[in-house]
């Protein structure tokens, strides 16, 4: 295939991703340095900030309330909360719906009974910021705010792997470097 081509075939699948809301499974990102910096808003509108995490491991992962692989997530995340939330992991779902915490999104939440905290953002900065490809996307962020691991196409809380990823991080000292 000529590079014409292949550029042509990489336009189409990613307007096909925009299209049908699905991530396209991409290689890890790499992880961060320094701590990063994003914000969007709770629920009831207060802002909210990954600095405010920081102290703690934390799985931010975005959806939608009509994304079909998101429905599959999020009962898995809030199960992984329920269970690791006293040993110190955070997770926060972060919902993209445009137009903010709505009665979709609210119904989506009540239908898997999520306890876990949801952020809110509008103007979709999760997917700069972390530079995911549709959702769901998840990120893994370390105690210091820095990002360790990407999931894009979601992540898979029974994975062995990520679990061992996840206790290795809870068992890390916290003291701040």
């Known amino acids: 295939m000529s590079a014409r081509g ?16 699905c991530a396209v499974l991409v290689k890890d990102r790499p992880a961060s340095r320094e701590p990063v910096r ?9 802002p909210v ?7 703690r491991p934390a799985i ?9 692989a998101c429905r599959e997530e999020l009962p898995k995340l809030e199960r992984l909360y329920r269970q690791r939330s ?3 992991l955070q997770i926060v779902a972060v919902d993209l719906d445009s137009d903010g915490f709505s009665r979709a999104a609210r119904g989506v939440a009540a239908q898997y009974r999520l306890t876990m905290p949801i952020w ?16 769901p996307t998840s990120v893994l962020l370390d105690r210091h705010g820095r990002l360790v691991r990407t999931w894009q196409g979601g992540i898979d ?4 792997a990520t679990r061992r990823l996840v206790d290795r991080l809870l068992a890390q000292p916290s003291s701040r470097s």
């Open 6 to 21: 292949a550029a042509a075939l990489l336009a189409a699948l990613t307007a096909s991703v925009g299209v049908c809301g």
């Open 38 to 46: 994003y914000s969007a808003q709770s629920v009831d509108g207060a």
């Open 60 to 68: 931010l992962s975005s959806w939608a309330s009509w994304c079909t």
């Open 86 to 88: 006293r040993d110190g």
């Open 120 to 135: 809110s953002d509008t103007s979709n900065d999760f997917s700069n910021r972390f530079r995911a490809v549709g959702v």
């Open 157 to 160: 809380p029974t994975d062995p």
């Open 49 to 55: 900030s990954t600095v405010a995490l920081r102290g």
